[in-house]
């Protein structure tokens, strides 16, 4: 049936397999860890969902509308592959790494 050297190789790419990461999970460090100074939590964008007349978006695994709040920073603005958060007073603009879906023509 099998040679021993196939089932390591087949092992391996399981092994491989598994370790892929999940592009809309959080990254492991951006659940434990603080920017540096403030305490603030880091926020990693993972989806935009652009609908009708209501945007969402998942920041950390949680979603958001605009206004909505999380880490103490604001949803200020939705666009096409990043959003702007306000705290304390500054901007900041998450991006998506790239695009998943691109738009029709």
Partial sequence: MFKPAYLMLLIGLCDFANAALDPTQPAPSATTSATAGTGA???VL????????QSQVVING???RLGDEL???KL????PNSVVLERQGQQQVLRLAEPILKPSR
Avoid: D, K
């Fill in 41 to 43: 939590t880091v926020l």
């Fill in 46 to 53: 993972q989806s935009i969902v652009r609908g009708g007349r």
């Fill in 62 to 64: 949680q979603t958001l």
């Fill in 71 to 73: 880490g103490g920073a």
């Fill in 76 to 79: 200020r603005a939705i666009y």
